[in-house]
Each structure stands twice: as C-alpha cells, then as structure tokens.
C-alpha cells in the first residue's frame, strides 16, 4: 500500500549505444556464418535474454534441437565426401543454409524491433514530463475542480476610468451671434455717413461766406 501518493517507477534498463548494439550484431552474424550455423543458438539466447518473451526462448529451443540434429547428421556421414550420397549432401546444404537464414533474419529483425520500441535514449538535461494522476486520484480531484469552475468563469465588473485632476476641462468656444454683428456694422456705417455729410455741409457754408 503507497497511500494516495504516486506509485514508484520502476527502474528502466538503459538502452545501449547505436556503435555497441551494431558491434554485438556484426560479432554474432559472423560466428553464425563461420560455423555453419553451428553457433546459431548463440544470437537467439541474446534476443531471448534482452526481450524476455516466451515465443523467443521457444524458438532458442528449437534452434538448439536444429543446431544439435545437424551436428548429430554431421558426424554420421562418411569423412570422405566421394562417399556422401548426392541426396545427403543436398539436405546437409539446405539444412545448413535454412538454419542460418532463419536465424540471422529473425534475430536481426527481433532485436532491432525491440529497441526501435523503446525509443532514442534521452539526452542530459532533458526534463521529465510530470506523471499522470492515478484513476483514485482523479476520483478525489474532480469534485475540488468542478467547485473551481464556477468561480473562475465569473465576469469582472468593468473599472470606470476616473478623470485626471492635473488637466483642466476645456470648454467649447460659444460662437458669436451673426446678426448681432451686422447691425454693429450697419450702425458704424451710419455714423460714418452722417459724419460725411455733415463735413461736406460745412465746407460748403464755409465757401458761401
């Protein structure tokens, strides 16, 4: 029992290198070639062991049974190959060139499955993604997330924007009445007529005498 906190990961075996996992590749295909499939049970007990699932330690079994049947046939035929039948020496080839078909195919396929699944090795400094909340967890914070939602959804009143006391109202100018000044008008050019008239009165009674 863990309580309500989150449950340890388990630790993750670390993926090797691109350069060892093709070194340790090479290394077994080779053996498998050189030994006429002898040493073929060699890189299925590697798949076997990296990926541990059943259907792998099945097939290093029957790879074991082939490898020995084919040692067992081996022996049995005559060391001078004028001796060996045409029909032996056929099936010893095809036994030869299945077995190492059939393992190196499967073998490289396999393992390089497995590693493609677990994915590129992380590089330093990379940040952890936050884990998931457990279903139990999620029971206990769904009703504190539903009493948040109402209170996150409520609208704001609207601020007023007060007025600036360090700028003064400014008034609209009140325009001038037209008429009014018309009349002025008309008044002056009255007086100045009148004005007119009476000098030209005077310059004329000032001739006259």
């Known amino acids: 029992m ?104 499967y073998y490289l396929y396999a393992e390089i499955r497995h590693y493609n699944a677990l994915g590129a090795p992380a590089p330093y400094g990379t940040p952890v993604h936050p884990v998931p909340p457990l279903p139990y967890q999620q029971q206990h914070l769904a009703p504190h997330q539903q009493h948040q939602q109402p209170q996150q959804h409520q609208p704001q009143p609207q601020q007023h924007q007060q007025p600036n006391p360090y700028t003064a109202p400014t008034t609209p100018p009140t325009p001038t009445p037209a008429p009014r000044r018309l009349d002025q008008v008309r008044a002056e050019l009255d007086e100045l007529s009148d004005y007119l008239r009476k000098e030209n009165k005077d310059s004329r009674d000032g001739e006259g005498r």
Not at 15 to 21: D, F, H, K, M, W
């Open 2 to 105: 863990h309580g309500y906190g989150p449950m340890p990961q388990q630790p993750t075996t670390p993926r090797p290198s691109p350069a060892t996992l093709t070194t340790v590749r090479v290394i077994l295909v080779a053996l498998t070639v050189l030994s006429c499939g002898l040493l073929g049970w060699a890189p299925m007990l590697r798949l076997a062991i990296v990926t541990r699932r059943p259907r792998d330690w099945f097939l290093l079994v029957v790879v074991l049974a082939l490898t020995i049947g084919l040692f067992v046939f081996i022996m049995a035929t005559p060391d001078d190959p004028d001796q060996m039948s045409d029909a032996a020496a056929l099936f010893m080839m095809l036994w030869i060139l299945g077995l190492l078909a059939g393992v190196i195919t």
